[in-house]
């Protein structure tokens, strides 16, 4: 009895340890190295393809709020078709776009696995008429490009005859009901993860879902340790209930800096993830871009969407804001890539960055502005202004310096119109030392 008692008490102690142990794994400063990329990759872009665009519905969702019966939905597995798929092509435009990894959804919440999964479900290479694996040539596309791979994997899978969520109003079972059960879809879920990181090894996962079950029903500790122990450097994202490692606000943009190390604003182009024809709401070339400028001053990087149509082919207005943003993110990268959040609000009525050594601040001017700009609270002595991939340089003029306050003066910079770019203006401020600012409230103080 007490044997028995001591061997309990001591798996316990053991499993314990383990868990203690697998979070300590996530060491701060092996984190932030394992992080770097990504800090300074900047763009990433997201990629929802799956049968949802065959009937251009809402991706896995519209079954679920019962907008469409299942085996209506599954139904469009017969429509894909994959015809002019071209993932080279693919690679190359998220490429041009200034991308620097790329997110592919292997899985989304309705089950169509688009590689050849081995486990017993869905999947474009068995179900569908593309009859084939479109994650290899992809992923291969990617690497020959120099884009970091990223895997979005749906954790909820509502197909699955083993999963207890359906539909909003139906339920299979109840997980404390029927827990062997439950470990049936873990061992199948997790065979899945296995599959796509074994075969792929992806940089980043992009996981979803986490939202139906906590950490301990889904074992997220577990997932994270599996994918870790074959790919230690990949970077997980934060939807698995407090085992990932960034954050993902969706759609909604952040307003005063987030308190994270890492975070990602993932964004759609119009309103949806996946193909929807009838949605028109495009964001225009400008109002993206001037998302991701707000995005990386708050220190994060943007994950943006396409949604590519059955056959493959990428709807033209995506193809066109990706380009566009290309264009200024060329003539704008050092302003842009590897560097780092700017100032803090209240120093300048704009988005701005900072290198990393913090010598060269960076001002983005949105809304096509000339004229005046006003920086506050700058105590460095600026060495020259340039106006970022172009030749020009322009000159400051600091006002209300006090000879005897040690509180810097307001330095104005006159932006002609000659000089202004068709998006956004970037300027770069090259600092005598490292940013030093002058955060009071005036006075003498
Ligand atoms: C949400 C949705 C999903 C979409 C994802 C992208 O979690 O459930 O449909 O793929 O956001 O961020």
Redesign the pocket.
Known sequence: MIKKFLLKLSFIVFLLVNSVFAQSKINPDSIKTKMQWFADAKLGIFI?WGIYSVKGID???SFYNKKISHSDYMAQLKGFTASKYNPEEWAALIKESGAKYAVMTTK??DGVALWNTKQKHYSMVKNSPAKRDLLTPFYAALDKQGIKKGAYFSLIDWSYPDYPGFTKDSTRYKVSDDPARWQRFLSFNQAQIDEVNKTFKPDLWWF??DWEHSAEEWKTPSIRQNILKIKPEAILNGRLQGYGDYDTP?QNFPVTRPKFNWWEL?MTINNN?GYQPQDTAWKTPYEIIAIFADAISNGGNMLLDIGPKEDGTIPEQEVHVLKELGKWNKKHAEAIFSTVGGLPQGHFYGPTTLSKDSTVLYLFLPGKVAGNIMVKGLKNTIKTIRVVGTSRKLEPKVVGKISWSPIPGLVFINVPEDVQDEYMTVLALELDKPLSLYQGQGGLK
């Open positions: 929802h991706e896995s969702w989304h919440h979803d879902g969706e993932c993830w």
